[in-house]
Every structure is written in structure tokens, then in C-alpha cells.
């Protein structure tokens, strides 16, 4: 199924880009791949990311599909489609901003904005073989996406390379400097995240990635991960009970969707009081650990995607968020990138966490490892 929701063409003739639907488009409803949002009127005025892509004269080409109220993680969505993940149709795209990650996957356009509140933009990047960044909390502008209230959202980019990530960046982040995000060859020291558990082959992927580009990596440990990702859930499932608690009951919600609604209703005051007391700890390790490389890398997803069926019928994947989610808690930027994996058509994904602000550092790092692993590919 297509990667959209709906096509229009909205802007001037510049670079083309499709946007997650649940960001508003002035003269569009902003439904959020939900049933029970299907009868919202249209937005009044843009999203300031939509209005910046539109004063740089970029071409808005339609709204993408997206896992219902991007309260999930598989892409899977009845209602609003579910986008086919072009690196592997059998398996998920990921989620929530399923749509964005496989229309750029399908070469239906090489940039794409999406939203990450738990992984949102990293885990459907790396399912469908996609390079996407979680900015900085805040840098980005978050006003005209849903929910509009979140200590987790960013709004970011997907793209079929890093480059289309800087160009996306340099729109909606008025402050990015697109030379600080470019190679210039420096020595940026990386710290490899040890004891990370993930498929051995996807371990192996990361480091031979970064052995490629020429990095030498110090080893370094974040004792606060599991402790992080317990607290990202907390504070998810309080934020988004309390925009989208009002739905459940109305027969309209997909049945996983309405479940973990439910569920995230039990999160009290006092859970998420203790949550912030994680936030402030972890937040604290890994600035600790970025006052001593310029970035800590480690994979994006522990595993390959599932297939679909097995999601279809019951299979745990929320342990998928469980590299990504604790870098929402701390605000940290957060770039993914696909590297092959031996033996296996399916890239898996490479993540690149840096200082907050640095987001120009991460996609030039990054550039220099996409462009190693070319280099690599076209040697063999």
C-alpha cells in the first residue's frame, strides 16, 4: 500500500518532500492515521516547519501515513494503511512515522519530515533502510504537530541520504549551519557503547561501519539505558493518555492502539515524578560521557524488522525502542543510518547520539561513514 494518505502539491519548485500527517498543513485535516480523528476540519495555518519548507520555496507533495495517533511502533494501521517497507515487504516499516520512512524508502521522494516521541523517526529509518535524525528537543519547532504538548516530540527529517537530511534541516532549524554538518575531515573522537544487547550480526554491522570510515572507537558505558527506557515509557504513556484518553471507548481506535491507551492511564503523577528523577540522572550520564567523545554510537534497533505476520499475530516488539527511547528522555540528538549486514539483504541501522545543539556534528559524521561504506560497496 502506498506510502500516503493523500497527494497535493503545495509550494514553490523546489525540492520535493512529503509530510507526516500528524503535522499540519493549512486547508488539510491533520487526522493522525485515526478513525476517530476522521472528521476533523481542516488546519487554519501551517505547521512552522510546513511554513518554512513553504517560504524556501520547497514542494509540499502530500501527507504520509502513520501508525494511529503515533502511539506505536509497527506502522501497522487498517485504517489509514499500512506503507510497504521497500528493503523488505514482508516485514514491518516501522513506526510511527511509518509512511515517511517508506515513501522515501520507495524513491516516492528523498525527503520526508516525520515526528519521534519514542523512536518515531529512527525505528521506521532503520526498518526500511532510511537515514533520518531526531534533533535536539526543541531546536526544531514543534508547534502544529501533534499532540501539541510533549517532553518527548521532535519533529525531523528522513532521507535516502545524509546530505537530503542536512538540506531538510537547514530549512526547518533556522539555526543549523550546513558547512558545520558537512565532512571537513576532522578528527571527532567516538565512543562505541559497550554492552549493548543486540543480534550479534547487527553488532558486528555497527563496528565494521565505523572501521570503514577510519574511526578509532573508545569504548564507553551508560549504565542508565534500562533505567531510561522504563522512564521514556512512563512519561509517553501519561503525555499521550492525556491528549488521546478521551478517545478510548468510541469503537473507533485501532484495538492495539486503544489497549495501550488503557494502559497508560494507570501512569500517575507520582510515576512520572520519579520518571523526571531518571530523566535528570540519565540526562546527566550522558553528558558526562559526550564531555569525552564527540558522539556515542550504537545500533538503532537491537534486531531486524519483524515480518509482519508475526506482529499480525501477537509477537512482542516494544523491546525494539529499547536503543532509541532513552535518548527522547534525555533530549539528546539522535541520527540513524543504514549499514549492511553480512549475509543478509536488510541494512540495519547505525546510531549516531550527540551533544545537544550538536546536530551539525552528527550528519558529519555520518557523512563520512555513508560515504566509506560506498566507497566500500563499489570495490567489491
Not at 175 to 193: C, E, N, T, V
Not at 195 to 210: F, Y
Request: glycine share 10%; with cysteine.
Amino acid at each position: 500500500m502506498t506510502a500516503f494518505v493523500s497527494r497535493f502539491r503545495l509550494g514553490g519548485d523546489g525540492p520535493a518532500i512529503a509530510i507526516k500527517d500528524s503535522i499540519d498543513i493549512a486547508g488539510y485535516p491533520t487526522i493522525a492515521g485515526s478513525r476517530a480523528l476522521s472528521d476533523t476540519a481542516p488546519a487554519t495555518e501551517h505547521a512552522d516547519v510546513v511554513a518554512r519548507l513553504v517560504d524556501a520555496g520547497w514542494s509540499i507533495v502530500g501527507k504520509t501515513a502513520m501508525h494511529e495517533l503515533a502511539f506505536g511502533i509497527s506502522g501497522i494501521n487498517d485504517f489509514a494503511g499500512t506503507p510497504v517497507n521497500a528493503q523488505a515487504p514482508d516485514r514491518i516499516p516501522g513506526g510511527s512515522s511509518s509512511g515517511s520512512a517508506a515513501a522515501v524508502a520507495a524513491g516516492e521522494v528523498r525527503i520526508a519530515l516525520g515526528t519521534d516521541t519514542g523512536g518515531s523517526i529512527r525505528m521506521p529509518a532503520a526498518c526500511c533502510g532510511v537515514a533520518g535524525l531526531k534533533p535536539t528537543f526543541g531546536r526544531v519547532s514543534r508547534r502544529g504537530a501533534h499532540p501539541s504538548e510533549s517532553s518527548l516530540d521532535c519533529v525531523g527529517p528522513f532521507a535516502d541520504s545524509v546530505e537530503g537530511i542536512v538540506a531538510a534541516m537547514a530549512v526547518i532549524a533556522p539555526d543549523f549551519d550546513s558547512a558545520l554538518a558537512r565532512d571537513s575531515g576532522k578528527p571527532w573522537r567516538i565512543g562505541l557503547l559497550d554492552d549493548v544487547q543486540a543480534d550479534p550480526a547487527i553488532l558486528e554491522a555497527v563496528a565494521s561501519a565505523l572501521r570503514q570510515a577510519g574511526f578509532d572507537t573508545l569504548p564507553v558505558r551508560l549504565n542508565g539505558m534500562a533505567a531510561a527506557y522504563q522512564a521514556g515509557m512512563r512519561v509517553i504513556n501519561f503525555e499521550t493518555w492525556a491528549a488521546f484518553g478521551h478517545l478510548t471507548g468510541t469503537g473507533a481506535l485501532q484495538r492495539d492502539v486503544e489497549q495501550r491507551l488503557l494502559a497508560a492511564s494507570a501512569v500517575s503523577r507520582d510515576d512520572v515524578r520519579q520518571a523526571e528523577a531518571v530523566r535528570r540522572a540519565f540526562t546527566s550520564q550522558v553528558d558526562a560521557v559526550l564531555g569525552k567523545v564527540n558522539a556515542i554510537v550504537l545500533p538503532t534497533l537491537p534486531e531486524l524488522p519483524p515480518t509482519l505476520a508475526a506482529v499480525r499475530a501477537g509477537a512482542p516488539i516494544l523491546g525494539l525502542t529499547s536503543l532509541v527511547r532513552p535518548f527522547n528522555l534525555s533530549g539528546h540528538p539522535a541520527f540513524t543510518l543504514p549499514v549492511p549486514v553480512a549475509s543478509v539483504a536488510i541494512r540495519a541501522g547505525l546510531q549516531l547520539v550527540g551533544r545537544k545543539g550538536g546536530d551539525e556534528a552528527l550528519c558529519a559524521i555520518a557523512s563520512r561513514i555513508e560515504r566509506a561504506i560506498a566507497a566500500d560497496g563499489a570495490s567489491q
